[in-house]
């Protein structure tokens, strides 16, 4: 059974970075398309960024969008997730999770196809 193990959370002030990690102990994620989603508190679970299983193919949410990169070391079997400037909006579990590239040959936030997630990491962002 694929599992999914994050880290990289923490607490920062706003203005922060952090650099999320998403691996798979025992697994090769070459075959899977890889989501970030987060969950606020009171908050429905959002997606945040998706990475292709080549990589080619990327997506943000609008929030995150130009303060995120998401990248994928296939070598090291990891995906992370950067996020710079950091707000409080900002804070929420971030989750990582898989998709087989079968279906998800690209990227989605709809997580129906997202057969494997993580126990999540905590992001907060505080002054």
């Known amino acids: 059974q694929l599992r999914l193990v994050e880290s990289g959370g923490g607490s920062v002030q706003p203005g922060g970075s952090l650099r999320l990690s998403c691996a798979a102990p025992?697994?090769?994620?070459?075959?899977?398309?890889i989501g970030w989603f987060r969950q606020a508190p009171g908050k429905e679970r959002e997606g945040v960024s998706c990475?292709?299983?080549?990589?080619?193919?990327?997506m943000y949410s609008d929030s995150v969008k130009g303060r995120a990169t998401i990248t994928r070391d296939n070598a090291k079997n990891t995906i992370y997730l950067q996020m710079d400037s950091l707000k409080p909006e900002d804070t929420a579990v971030y989750y990582c999770?898989?998709?087989?590239?079968?279906?998800?040959?690209?990227?989605?936030?709809?997580?129906?196809?997202?057969?494997?997630w993580g126990q999540g990491t905590q992001v907060t962002v505080s002054s």
């Open positions: 999770a898989a998709a087989h590239k079968l279906n998800v040959p690209t990227t989605t936030f709809n997580e129906r196809p997202y057969d494997y």
């Open positions: 025992g697994y090769t994620l070459d075959f899977y398309t």
């Open positions: 990475i292709s299983s080549n990589g080619d193919h990327t």
